[in-house]
């Protein structure tokens, strides 16, 4: 059973358009992330919720809309795609939020968006 | 802010030997925890090895270990007897717990060669 999916897996779209990745994690885990990694490989965290509430939002353009309909589930939109949203997008789940420790963080396999 | 380095972009051996990867990280918190993640081509992220700051004793996963140097602030990730299924990306993280993030390094393409 997969632990943490993504739909789409590959993404292939025009400028301007409007797509959504979605993503499933069923482990029981309270808290979602979603991470960017660029043409270099290079990783980086956009979102993360806990609890379906909004915990870390970084410098990300407000073209970038997560939602989180329930506990399993946590959707990125995108709006007015750009060449420069070209990347991998890795949604990633883990137990409860806990401010003086860690839980493993487990990755779904990946959204390949292409943006021509 | 906090920081994770890589410096070698990329690393080749032969099946069979050992090979460490480097890592330095910067962080200004008392408690932080580090990784190594391994990115096959699959693109799956996989966790390889963690180490808890206020543990001494470096860890190890089978043929996985790291030095960590915590007043150097290094983290470097050694591979014993390689094998072809190790090819990977590799990547050094720190998690900040200020911020609840992870901050990756740039991370270490490693090729076995048969």
């Known amino acids: 059973d997969t632990a943490v999916s993504q739909t789409p897996k590959y993404l292939v779209t025009q400028m301007g358009n409007d797509k959504s990745i979605k993503c499933e994690q069923n482990l029981g885990h309270d808290t979602m992330y979603w991470y960017k990694q660029d043409s270099k490989k290079f990783l980086k965290i956009m979102f993360s919720y806990n609890n379906k509430e909004l915990i870390i939002n970084e410098t990300v353009p407000n073209r970038f809309s997560p939602k989180s309909p329930d506990k399993a589930h946590l959707n990125l939109h995108i709006n007015s795609l750009e060449l420069g949203d070209s990347a991998v997008y890795f949604c990633?789940?883990?137990?409860?939020?806990?401010?003086?420790?860690?839980?493993?963080?487990?990755f779904g396999p990946g959204t390949r968006l292409t943006v021509l | 802010a906090q920081t994770v380095t890589q410096s070698q972009p990329e690393m080749s051996v032969q099946e069979a030997e050992t090979v460490t990867l480097s890592c330095t990280y910067d962080t200004s918190e008392s408690n932080y925890y580090l990784f190594w993640y391994k990115q096959p081509p699959s693109r799956q992220m996989i966790l390889v090895i963690r180490?808890?700051?206020?543990?001494?004793q470096n860890a190890t996963e089978n043929r996985f270990s790291v030095n960590f140097q915590k007043a150097a602030k290094s983290f470097s990730l050694k591979i014993s007897d390689s094998q072809l299924g190790d090819t990977a990306m590799y990547f050094c993280?720190?998690?900040?717990?200020?911020?609840?993030?992870?901050?990756f390094g740039q991370g270490t393409r490693l090729t076995i060669n048969p």
């Open positions: 993280a720190s998690w900040i717990q200020g911020a609840q993030k992870l901050v």
């Open positions: 990633a789940s883990s137990h409860t939020y806990i401010p003086s420790g860690y839980n493993e963080q487990f």
């Open positions: 180490q808890e700051a206020y543990k001494q």
